[in-house]
């Protein structure tokens, strides 16, 4: 079953790449055109993606976990690695002793923790696969607390469907303003057993080029999922009020929003 597993990720992955590995290409430069025909088949797509890989996948199915022999490197840090946003780097200079999580919105009761009452909680350790929509992969260990224990003490609303991550680091820079990365999924994968809240890797506190100090692993999914440097996580019922309304930086910029494998 694990090679049956692990060829079935290797197949998905590479049909959930194929439109973001072309984002290189010059054919979809107009992709930041919200008018682009090719942006619209994409995005039409993305509902067919989602509930193909949700029957395929399910609701409970595992990522497959390895053995500490089988971490041979480091985590290779991608996207932001350094934010040089002014709150961040405050709370840096002092090894996020002022950090704190927030989580909002369609909450009963909405809740702030700081990383000492996070890592109060019982923890969770798993050596899972990362893979890149670049094409690489390693493997790490990640120590952190599941987001549906966070999530479950905030006690959610009957009508939040998405968890949705706010980060502190700025990912565009504009004349008009900076636009900081956000990104979400649905709440069968905020309730999944492997999706965490990772405060540690390797066995070390969380660096900052993966993310310090709390990022979200979710093992199904590809790494751009993995929103870092996160603050806020704020319950919705819709996307209508995040970013473009698709869900994600990334699936506002033509990517899939469900990024399974």
Known sequence: MAGIDQRRRGVLAGLMAAPALLGGCKVLDSLNDRDAPLRNFIEGANGLTYRAQRLLIGGNRLAPEYQPGDIRQSQHPNGVTAPQD??????????????????SGLVDAPRTFDRAALQAMPAQSQITRHDCVEGWSCISKWNGVRLSTVLELAKPKLAARFA????????????????????????????????????????????????????????????????KYIHTIELVSSFAEIGEGNGSYWADRGYDWYAGI
Do not use: W
């Open 164 to 227: 949705v991550f706010h980060c502190f680091d700025t990912i565009e820079r504009s004349l008009s303003g900076g636009i900081k990365y956000y990104e979400s999924i649905d709440l069968i994968d905020a309730r999944h057993p492997q999706t965490i809240l990772a405060y540690g890797l390797n066995d070390k506190p969380l660096p900052v080029s993966s993310g310090a100090p709390l990022r979200v692993r979710v093992e199904r999914q590809l790494g751009y999922k993995m929103a």
């Open 86 to 103: 002014e709150e961040y780097l405050t709370l840096a200079a002092r090894d996020f002793a002022d950090y704190r999580l927030t989580v």
